[in-house]
């Protein structure tokens, strides 16, 4: 019923930058939080950054002061601004939404299948 597209990895040079773009798509009532979250080669996957419907954002330790999260509501989708990048951001990184499919019901935890974000010279 829910599909999330992620988009805008890519290979960059360590201090560039890239945007990312989730969009959520399918039969939605209303998107709650939603995160990036990201998982290199050797490791778990982890927080990078979330976001409320109402614009409160969190981000990880490493992200804050380099990375952007916002949202638009009315067109489903959710940014990740990406700047200074290092070569440890390297990783898949993955769009989640929390997302009430019809109005009045309990919502589902919904993921995309990532895209990629290479940082190397």
């Known amino acids: 019923q829910v599909q999330i597209a992620e988009s805008g990895g890519g290979l960059v040079q360590p201090g560039g930058s890239l945007r990312l773009s989730c969009v959520a798509s399918?039969?939605?009532?209303?998107?709650?939080?939603q995160g990036w979250y990201r998982q290199g080669p050797e490791n778990q996957r982890e927080l990078v950054a979330t976001?409320?419907?109402?614009?409160?954002?969190k981000y990880a330790d490493d992200a804050k002061g380099r990375f952007t999260i916002s949202r638009d509501n009315a067109k489903n989708a959710m940014y990740l601004q990406m700047n200074s990048l290092k070569p440890e951001d390297t990783a898949v990184y993955y769009c989640?939404?929390?997302?009430?499919?019809?109005?009045?019901?309990?919502?589902?935890?919904?993921w995309g299948q990532g895209t990629q974000v290479t940082v190397s010279s």
């Open positions: 989640n939404s929390i997302v009430e499919v019809i109005a009045g019901t309990s919502a589902g935890d919904y």
């Open positions: 399918g039969t939605i009532s209303r998107i709650y939080m």
């Open positions: 976001i409320t419907s109402a614009g409160s954002t």
